[in-house]
């Protein structure tokens, strides 16, 4: 009897480890999540109370600290423009002093305030960085959404005015979620929109005249595109949902082909609210505060990773690290979604 229970405890066991994609990592921090990127080996996060952690091994180990005088912030977003040189996006209403960007040039060993916006109505969503220049999206403040340049390394800031742009929907904006409602291909600048009657994709080749080239998905409050997900030029993915339903999407997950000419959606994707979508080769993975899912793009077949709080994905090397509200973070490797699909056969 006692034989049969101990066979019985180590199946359960091993059957609910099965079960267990992500691997937890336990950091002394309860601050919520949403901001991660990687550099080589270096992965930097930022979260609520103006946290900060960064591995600059890969994820072997990993450091936390609070950036001084930011302990009111929510850092949604950074960028990384070498391995000692990263800005950190605040995301926040300007007029309450919440859009700020923070810089270090040592690693973080120091930060120091580098730009601030106290206008109101701005509200950053997202930062990119892209060789010598970078730029940030912000929630309209007049008639067309913020658009911030940056140059010399994270020292210089200069406000952009399009010459020309469509007409803003009422409620329009982009979500501050995963910093990926503002990318940059080959081809020029993509901003995924939300809240207004219709949920759009808008592009401009140099960030001064934009054109809305998709907007057939029903928007609303809280609903709309959350990410837009960059495997080339040419080939991108589009989701999101609604923030109050993270167990459901009314929004699809959309492909294209020809650089967000035109969408389709794709056959058999999960109806999950989705926050981030990343590409990592063979894989297109979706992440939302609920779950996660992966699709592998040779076998056209999709795969659940599991109940998963990660508003935010990336990757680093072999693993894919996921961050989240209250302290959580974790990773899965692409070997393990490999051996996921293996099973299915």
Not at 18 to 24: D, E, K, N, R
Not at 228 to 249: C, Q, T
Not at 281 to 302: H, M, V
């Amino acid at each position: 009897m006692r034989k049969n229970s101990l066979l019985l405890a180590l199946f359960i066991c091993g059957f609910f480890q099965g079960l267990a994609q992500w691997t937890p990592i336990t950091l002394e921090t309860k601050a919520s999540f949403r901001a991660i990127r990687s550099h080589g080996k270096h992965i930097w996060i930022g979260g609520t109370r103006g946290t900060v952690i960064h591995s600059s091994d890969g994820g072997t180990n990993f450091s936390v600290s609070t950036v001084p005088g930011a302990d009111s912030l929510d850092f949604r977003d950074l960028a990384i423009l070498d391995d000692q040189t990263v800005l950190l996006m605040s995301a926040g209403p300007a007029e309450n002093g919440a859009a700020r960007i923070y810089r270090t040039e040592n690693g973080g060993k120091n930060w120091k305030l580098a730009y601030q916006i106290k206008e109101k109505g701005y509200f950053f969503d997202a930062i990119i960085w892209e060789g010598k220049q970078g730029l940030i999206l912000s929630d309209p403040a007049g008639p067309f959404y913020g658009l911030i340049r940056i140059n010399n390394k994270g020292r210089n800031y200069q406000l952009v005015n399009p010459t020309s742009h469509p007409e803003l929907q009422k409620g329009e904006a982009a979500f501050a979620a995963s910093g990926s409602s503002l990318q940059k291909t080959k081809q020029g600048y993509y901003i995924v929109t939300g809240g207004g009657e219709k949920a759009r994709v808008l592009f401009s080749k140099e960030a001064m005249k934009w054109e809305s080239i998709y907007a057939e998905i029903p928007g609303g409050e809280g609903t709309g595109f959350f990410s837009l997900g960059v495997r080339d030029a040419k080939n991108l993915w589009i989701a999101g949902g609604n923030f109050s339903r993270i167990k459901e999407s009314p929004v699809p997950v959309l492909a294209s082909q020809n650089a967000g000419m035109s969408w389709v959606k794709v056959v058999n994707a999960p109806a999950y609210y989705v926050e981030k979508i990343l590409w990592a080769d063979p894989y297109w993975i979706l992440s939302g505060p609920a779950e996660s899912s992966a699709f592998d793009t040779l076998k056209k077949q999709w795969i659940s990773l599991g109940k998963s709080p990660y508003h935010n994905i990336c990757q680093v090397g072999d693993r894919i690290y996921g961050v989240g509200g209250r302290g959580q973070i974790g990773f899965i490797s692409l070997s393990q979604i490999q051996q996921l699909f293996l099973s299915k056969e």
